[in-house]
């Protein structure tokens, strides 16, 4: 079993940032890959951004080079470090764990394990 506790969502104007956190704890050795995925509302889940225990990074077209993924090892976290908001990035943010090798990385219904979901909010 994981469990994953994400933090860090909240309500900011277009252009700003925000860092989200997703602490896992349970069976961590287990976690091949971990990330964040976004479900805005009457859209799907999407993949935002993946690392995997590799330190191999994914990240959706449209948050390169404003979103950065980052894992601190001993402190069983992952960040998401959001800049240059944009209205449309607004959703509930999920932390997600997937335990196999070989998962696509953006295909939402291969992870193992979810977080509870944290609002972020862009104004314009």
């Known amino acids: 079993q994981v469990r994953l506790v994400e933090s860090g969502g909240g309500l900011v104007q277009a252009g700003g940032s925000l860092r989200l956190s997703c602490f896992a704890s349970g069976s961590i050795g287990s976690i091949t890959s971990m990330g964040w995925h976004r479900q805005a509302p009457g859209k799907q889940r999407e993949s935002v951004a993946v690392?995997?225990?590799?330190?191999?990074?994914s990240y959706a077209d449209s948050v390169k080079d404003r979103f950065t993924i980052a894992r601190d090892s001993t402190k069983n976290t992952v960040y998401l470090q959001m800049n240059s908001l944009k209205p449309e990035d607004t959703a509930v943010y999920y932390c997600a764990a997937d335990l196999r090798y070989g998962s696509s990385w953006c295909h939402t219904h291969e992870y193992d394990y979810w977080g509870q979901g944290t609002q972020v909010t862009v104004s314009s």
């Open positions: 690392m995997t225990i590799g330190r191999t990074i």
